[in-house]
């Protein structure tokens, strides 16, 4: 059973700073991996998908890694700012459009 | 493009009775769509998977007869929670696969996400 964990579950940096959020799978056998944002109470905003051919994708200051055969991601967020405050989700593809989540990294970015 | 809505964004409800929350395609087909439920400080899980004019798939530890799921049709799936009880209450977010993508004109496997239903059964 794929189980997807994500490191730290809470991160609080001043604004500026560049940051790392971590995402681990057991299953190497995935289709894509995607990173999530998700203000409170609301629903998901798909920031970077990366197919399991593929190495990183970015987008803007945001950047995803994907290691497949040792299971792990990156987010990489530069020059962080307030409003990039959120929880990050990471999901695995496990079946064609069956993703399983991971549990989350809520992040602060204080003024 | 590709936007996904849920109704009603929140809605409080009596112990036993029954809640239906509406997701729909607003400017896409969706013949597969998901639905997924949130725990407080918890990650999303799947529950089921709703095809257009069949069954859903419910995943393992779900209760089809408890939470009914219909895709009456290409733009619209529906759950239903019955006889709500207070363990019940959960955020339920769902998602779409757009047809294109079932298709196979889609390099990538997108599926779009629903602003989320806040469901508290007191």
């Known amino acids: 059973k794929q189980e997807v964990t994500q490191i730290p579950a809470a991160l609080s940096v001043p604004e500026g700073e560049n940051l790392v959020l971590n995402c681990s799978f057991t299953?190497?056998?995935?289709?894509?991996l995607q990173w999530f944002r998700q203000d409170p109470g609301k629903g998901l905003t798909s920031l970077l998908l990366?197919?399991?051919?593929?190495r990183e994708q970015t987008s803007g200051r945001l950047n995803a890694s994907l290691d497949k055969s040792s299971g792990r991601s990156t987010l990489y967020i530069a020059a962080s700012q307030p409003g990039d405050s959120a929880t990050y989700l990471c999901?695995?593809?496990?079946?064609?459009?069956?993703?399983?989540f991971g549990t989350g990294t809520r992040l602060l970015v204080s003024p | 493009g590709a936007v996904v809505s849920q109704h009603p964004s929140w809605v409080i409800c009596k112990s036993g009775t029954s809640v239906k929350i509406e997701c729909r395609s607003l400017?896409?087909?969706?013949?597969?769509m998901f639905w997924y439920r949130q725990f407080p400080k918890q990650s999303l899980m799947l529950m089921a998977t709703?095809?257009?004019?069949?069954?859903?798939?419910?995943e393992q530890g779900v209760e089809k007869d408890k939470f009914l799921i219909n895709h009456a049709s290409l733009t619209l799936s529906t759950l239903t929670v019955t006889s709500a009880h207070p363990e019940d209450s959960s955020f339920y977010i769902c998602?779409?696969?757009?047809?294109?993508?079932?298709?196979?004109?889609?390099?990538?496997?997108?599926?779009?996400f629903g602003p989320g239903t806040r469901l508290t059964v007191l």
């Open positions: 998602s779409a696969t757009p047809d294109w993508v079932l298709a196979g004109r889609s390099s990538y496997n997108e599926q779009f």
């Open positions: 299953d190497s056998a995935i289709y894509n």
């Open positions: 990366i197919q399991s051919s593929q």
């Open positions: 999901a695995v593809s496990t079946g064609f459009q069956k993703l399983v």
């Open positions: 400017d896409f087909q969706a013949t597969t």
């Open positions: 709703s095809n257009e004019g069949s069954k859903a798939t419910y």
